[in-house]
C-alpha cells in the first residue's frame, strides 16, 4: 500500500474515533514530513486523498481542517 494512502488512513482513523473533531486542524504537509519523515509531495498526496474522500477542507493561508 503506497504511504500516502497509509497516512491518509491513520489520519481518517483520527477523524473516525473523536482523536480529531470537526474543524480540528489536521497536521500541516511540513508535520507529516516531520513525524513520518516523507517527502513533502507524499504529504500533499496523502491531504489531496483526504479530500477526495471528502473528510476534510482546505481554507487558503490556514491550513486543512476536518469537515463537520
Partial sequence: MP???????Y???????GRLQAHDRIPTEND???????ARTTAR????????????YTVPQR???VNP
Avoid: K, P
Fill in 3 to 9: 504511504v500516502y494512502v497509509q497516512i491518509a488512513d
Fill in 11 to 17: 489520519i481518517e482513523d483520527d477523524i473516525r474515533t
Fill in 32 to 38: 507529516m514530513h516531520a513525524e513520518w519523515g516523507v
Fill in 45 to 56: 498526496r496523502a491531504v489531496n486523498l483526504l479530500r477526495e474522500r471528502g473528510l476534510v
Fill in 63 to 65: 491550513g486543512t481542517f
